[in-house]
């Protein structure tokens, strides 16, 4: 057990997963490794509008590990962060959802589509930050309008004029941001009104019960009303059922993201189900 092996340890993996202990420059070599050996995969969730289209999708990453198999993020994005890898792993994941746009772009179905990338504090904080973004861009030659990047609402305790400066010159190079999980920090409303925000994202916790919890219906009516009011699209995460989609247009979100039309697959799973034909 990691407690057992001391202070200077982190448990690696769930206890179900063999409980391996390792330190943490172990785990920066693991996780360094699967990068040089490509074992990072990005898995895309679709998100429909209120006419039922497809408007575009959420890169989310996984690792094929050699011997753990499909790993979810939530078994390693932690110890990237603690790590310093997801730096490395944050700028694979930016440069390979740019290399996916060019690829929707080819296609009638898919042309216009939006790829959503999730973006980590420590992403933001590095001072080569916005020369990152415009890497990625230049190099893949991926169409910045259609790049979006996700934030969460822990971003704004730290240097918010900071992150205001570069989402601003991020944001002029024309790539968009969204707010995710919103409704589960601590944003200050005046920092949400600073930020060049275009969308947020009503976290799924209040999605889920939003038809028989009558408090989760009135936070999902008050994040529409507060997002529109700032000139924000609003799309709910975590739709389920057909239910849920119904009664979250009802209340003019304009935007739908869960389960109910369909899961993250990886993007040629993806491509199958819509038989993508060329231009
Ligand atoms: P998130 O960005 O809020 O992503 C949504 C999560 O909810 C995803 O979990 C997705 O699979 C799951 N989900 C989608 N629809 C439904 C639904 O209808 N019901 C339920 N119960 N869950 C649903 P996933 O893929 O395990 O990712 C978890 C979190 O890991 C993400 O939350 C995000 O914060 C983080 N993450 C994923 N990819 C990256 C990445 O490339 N970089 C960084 N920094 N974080 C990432
Ligand atoms: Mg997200
Ligand atoms: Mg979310
Ligand atoms: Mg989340």
């Known amino acids: 057990q990691a407690k057992a092996a001391g202070r200077n340890t982190v448990r690696f993996f769930d206890p179900v997963m063999q409980a391996a202990v390792a330190t943490h420059a172990e785990l920066a070599k693991e996780i360094r490794q699967g990068l040089q050996r490509h074992e990072f995969v990005l898995h895309y969730q679709v998100q429909m509008d209120t006419q039922g289209q497809c408007i575009g999708a959420e890169a989310l990453v996984r690792w094929n590990h050699s011997v753990r198999g499909l790993v979810t993020p939530a078994h390693f994005i932690p110890l990237a962060e603690e790590t310093g890898m997801i730096l490395p792993l ?11 746009l060019l690829e929707w772009g080819r296609h009638r179905a898919t042309a216009q589509w939006t790829l959503a990338v999730n973006v980590s504090a420590s992403q933001l ?13 230049r190099t893949t030659g991926a169409p910045p309008h259609l790049l979006k990047m996700e934030l969460t609402e822990s971003m704004l305790v730290n240097d918010v004029e900071d992150l205001i400066v570069k989402m601003g010159a991020v944001q002029a190079m024309g790539v968009k941001f969204s707010l995710d999980d919103f409704g589960t920090g601590y944003s200050s409303l005046s920092y949400l009104k600073r930020l060049p925000l275009s969308q947020l994202k009503i976290d799924q916790s209040f999605v889920r019960d939003v038809l028989t919890d009558p408090s989760d219906a009135v936070i999902a009516r008050t994040i529409v009303a507060l997002g529109h009011s700032l000139g924000l699209a609003v799309l709910a995460e975590g739709v389920e059922t ?3 989609r119904d009664f979250l247009a009802e209340i003019g979100c304009d935007a739908f993201q869960g389960y109910f039309f369909g899961r993250p697959i990886p993007a040629l799973t993806l491509a199958a189900t819509l038989a993508l034909a060329p231009h």
């Open 125 to 137: 904080a590095q001072p080569n930050f916005v020369d990152s973004v415009a890497t990625a861009l």
């Open 90 to 100: 944050g700028q694979w994941v930016l440069e390979a959802a740019c290399r996916q």
């Open 242 to 244: 057909a239910e849920q």
